[in-house]
């Protein structure tokens, strides 16, 4: 009886249920909006940054993160490999080894980071050959380096010059070996720039005497947004393996704290966004409540009790609430799955962790949808109690003097 009556209120007063449930649509449409931007966002740049090199996930021998040595490897990683090979959700990954040494072109000299990766894997994983800004990639050819553009730039060296690389091995030699530089490379990283040296895994391993051995494997996932169930689901199937698996979290948490501080700044915003909200619908909701002032009085004067006109009044703000919510859902959504797909263009670029960026982009979730839809119903019917106590509170003599 009391949900047909509010329903009747409602289409009674067209003009101003319209105007209460384009507020709350606009509400929420806003706020789904906002959560929307902000998660795709944070995903993009958070997917941006560890795609260009570091990776989603991270495999390495325990306490390598702790004690980066050069001893403390991973041996056997093709069988990691292959059981990585068995999760359709991972889309590459690619090991990597790590050293120090010493290069010289000329009569420039400079110490820098020796990386050994597998060609093939690296660009299925990390698309290395497409962050190659002058010369080519590696061929069939032996000895040949790609360097990054900032060093490149140091030792006035260019494609085609022969470079000298001197390190000391695991096995307390000194190697030395004359190398080719066929490529230089912009990973996005200024400091990786000015200081990797990027050779053939097998060449590495050699010049090191470390067959077979590498310190790292990253990993990249289909969604970023998935992380933390992929990443449990790898976890299980290599646990006892003594090895450590990470998240970009632990291996750069700079860049993570830096990515919650953001968040936090936004969840301020959208907490303003839903103040304004909530201060349109009160002031609607008010505002019907006083223009029914002579219609509460008539039911008082019938016998309702003050209960039944309070209950009713929140009867009529949570329906509106639903189909402000509906509607805003559309319409958030509407205009969410565009940004989704092609993003905004910002005016200019912004840097964020060493990584460039000039699209903003937005995601549909289930988040951008219960989240608003939450904050809305849960304001609407808290701004509700307030007209609705002075609802039932009216004195039927002085409301039918009301005009």
């Keep these: ?21 384009a507020t709350i649509s606009a509400g929420f449409a806003f706020g789904s ?6 998660t795709g966002s944070f995903n993009q740049m958070i997917d941006t940054f560890t795609r260009a090199y570091l990776g989603h996930i991270q495999i390495h021998n325990e306490g390598y993160l702790e004690e980066p040595t050069l001893y403390n490897v991973i041996r056997g990683y093709e069988i990691i490999g292959d059981e990585l090979d068995g999760f359709d959700f991972i889309e590459g990954w690619a090991p990597r080894l790590y050293f120090a040494g010493l290069v010289s072109v000329d009569e420039k000299s400079d110490a820098v980071s020796i990386v050994g ?20 990639t590696f061929s069939s050819a032996p000895n040949e ?3 990054g553009k900032g060093l490149m730039d140091a030792l006035d060296a260019k494609i085609g010059d022969e470079l000298v690389l001197v390190v000391q091995s695991a096995d307390g030699s000194m190697g030395n070996d004359l190398y080719r530089i066929v490529g230089k490379v912009d990973v996005g990283n200024e400091a990786s ?16 005497v470390m067959n077979g051995q590498i310190h790292e494997i990253a990993i990249i996932i289909g969604k970023i947004s998935r992380l933390n169930r992929y990443y449990e689901i790898i976890s299980a199937k290599l646990q006892g393996t003594g ?18 501080t953001k968040k936090g700044a936004f969840f301020i915003i959208q907490f303003v966004i839903m103040l304004i909200v909530a201060v349109g619908v009160l002031n609607t909701v008010l505002m019907s409540v006083l223009e029914r002032t002579r219609e509460f009085g008539v039911l008082k004067a019938l016998g309702t009790r003050p209960p039944v006109i309070f209950r009713l009044i929140i009867v009529e703000s949570a329906i509106m609430s639903v189909f402000g919510m509906i509607f ?51 304001t609407a019917l808290f701004v509700s109690i307030f007209p609705a106590i002075r609802a039932a509170r009216t004195v039927p003599a002085k409301s039918l003097r009301f005009h």
């Design 1 to 21: 009886m009391l949900i047909k009556l509010a329903f009747r209120n409602i289409l009674r007063q067209k003009r101003r249920s319209i105007l209460t449930i």
């Design 33 to 38: 909006i906002s959560i929307g931007i902000q």
């Design 117 to 136: 990766i597998d060609p093939k894997l690296e660009n299925q994983t990390t698309h290395f050959d497409g962050k190659i800004v002058e010369g080519t």
């Design 145 to 147: 380096v790609i360097l």
């Design 193 to 208: 720039n000015r200081m990797s040296v990027y050779m053939q895994l097998d060449e590495a391993q050699e010049i090191m």
């Design 243 to 260: 090895i450590s698996l990470v998240t970009w979290r632990a291996v750069n948490p700079n860049f993570a704290e830096m990515v919650d």
């Design 328 to 378: 805003g859902s559309i319409f958030g959504t509407a205009i969410n799955l565009p940004m989704a797909h092609w993003g905004i263009k910002t005016p200019h670029s912004y840097d964020i962790g060493g990584i460039l960026f000039d699209t903003m982009k937005s995601e549909v979730t289930v988040q951008t949808l219960t989240m608003p839809a939450i904050i809305v119903l849960f």
